[in-house]
């Protein structure tokens, strides 16, 4: 598939969700063929439904870690702490 370099966003943004106006907005502005251009249409289609899977299942999956992180944090009890010494600072002084 070409880069589509010649059509403008705002084309493109006119265009959403049209597969026809867009196959013919090809064929006019590269002047390639209709089938050549529905070729094009569909690979790009594709591509654009294996990025939002792969982007789903990345944010799932960075959900579910976050969910793990949140678990494995326990919170301190302040005086259990202070008793074996997790509050204290040790200073050695070497003369």
Known sequence: MQHWGKMMNDDLAAIAGKHEQLVG???E???IAKEEAKRQ???FKKIVEQL???NANLMKSQKSQSKRMKLNRKPVDA????KKGHNQTKVS???
Request: glycine share 6%.
């Open 93 to 95: 002084v070497r003369s």
């Open 29 to 31: 502005k590269y002047g």
């Open 41 to 43: 249409v569909d690979e």
């Open 79 to 82: 005086k259990r702490a202070s």
């Open 25 to 27: 907005t090809l064929q």
């Open 52 to 54: 939002k899977k792969s």
